[in-house]
Nanobody
Framework: EVQLVESGGGLVQAGGSLRLSCATS????????IGWFRQAPGKEREGVSC????????YYADSVKGRFTISSDNAKNTVYLQMNSLKPEDTAVYYC?????????????????????WGQGTQVTVSS
């Protein structure tokens, strides 16, 4: 059974930090890219970042560049999203997802329809 489980969300003040985790199981981790998405009430699902588990290639949405860092711990089949300098507009439910991907640089952020498996999300709330 494929599972992706997000954790680490919570309530923080603007300027604060959170680290989200995406623990995965049930598939060959190195054959997939892991992406982070977020969705705020009344808004469409937005891609945040992605990482290739095999070679570590990453990509970030312009809205989070310089503030968020994605990383992977292949021994634990887990991907992290370190979020610094948080803003109220970062408030959303954050989801991780897995997509078949083997290696190579990202030249754009893959859209949500390209992903095969999804977690159930973790709430991030940033107060002003």
């Amino acid at each position: 059974e494929v599972q992706l489980v997000e954790s680490g969300g919570g309530l923080v003040q603007a300027g604060g930090s959170l680290r989200l985790s995406c623990a995965t199981s049930g598939f060959t981790f190195d054959d997939y890219a892991i992406g982070w998405f977020r969705q705020a009430p009344g808004k469409e699902r937005e891609g945040v970042s992605c990482i290739s588990s095999s070679d570590g290639s990453t990509y970030y949405a312009d809205s989070v560049k310089g503030r968020f860092t994605i990383s992977s711990d292949n021994a634990k089949n887990t991907v992290y999203l370190q979020m610094n300098s948080l803003k109220p507009e970062d408030t959303a439910v954050y989801y991780c997802a897995a997509m078949t991907y083997y290696s190579g640089s990202f030249y754009s952020l893959p859209g949500w329809l390209e992903y095969d498996y999804w977690g159930q999300g973790t709430q991030v709330t940033v107060s002003s």
